[in-house]
């Protein structure tokens, strides 16, 4: 496997999953389970960091947004490319979708970067929707933890989004959740799915936001 392609496959998904009462239950794996290919090896510093990092990823981000969708399932890492993003190995199956979570080249070798990348697919991992096509509200809120994360975990506040277009979500969501940390959460519990949501639904939670920028919101997002 060339540099161009560096792929760390976590051969005990983060989280294990089991069926009951006609409804997913999600149980934690042991972290000593993930296995992740690094090119200094699994045993090295970066490996385990990378390590640790995404299942403190996942925590957290379940903590504020709430469920995880786990017919979906992330089963590795890779390097590749100027952006990062998911990718999709499988079709939906019996056995559900196994996703690769893919950071850019440059960050093979600067986990400031790959941690900032890697917060931010963390929470397309929530509800991912099998394309790369999500909304705004989604795409503001992987911004929005990838920052976060960074600045709070990290203490590395310098990491910031400069497209017009994210920093707008982030001007919408940022001081909603400042204010009420748990209002996303609460708007899931409603409505799961981040396609599906409407305007109506987040100004239930979200009253002070105006319809338009509720609609916004709820727009599909544009790369640029």
């Known amino acids: ?129 099998g394309s790369q096509n999500v909304t705004n509200l989604q795409e503001g809120l992987a911004c929005f933890f990838s920052v976060y994360y960074m600045k709070t975990i990290l203490n590395e506040p310098k990491w910031c989004y400069t497209k017009e277009n994210q920093r707008r979500m982030l001007e919408l969501i940022t001081p909603r959740l400042e204010e009420d940390r748990y209002c996303i959460k609460r708007l899931r519990g409603h409505q799961r799915w981040f396609q599906r949501m409407n305007k109506e639904d987040i100004r239930r939670v979200i009253p002070e936001l105006t319809v338009e920028d509720a609609w916004f919101l709820t727009s599909e997002f544009v790369r640029t």
């Open 1 to 129: 496997m060339g540099a161009n392609r560096l792929v760390s496959m976590i051969e005990t998904t983060i989280w294990t999953i089991s069926k009951g009462g006609g409804r997913t239950i999600m149980t934690k794996a042991n972290s000593s389970d993930v296995f992740v290919h690094h090119p200094d090896g699994n045993d090295s510093k970066c490996a385990q960091q990378l390590r640790s990092h995404l299942i403190n990823m996942l925590e957290l981000a379940e903590d504020l947004f709430g469920w995880r969708d786990c017919w979906y399932r992330c089963v590795g890492i890779e390097f590749h490319g100027a952006d990062s993003k998911l990718r999709y190995l499988s079709r939906p199956e019996r056995d559900g979708v196994n996703i690769i979570i893919r950071l850019s080249q440059s960050a093979i070798r600067n986990m400031s970067q790959a941690c900032f990348e890697m917060a931010h697919e963390t929470v397309h991992l929530l509800a991912p929707t």
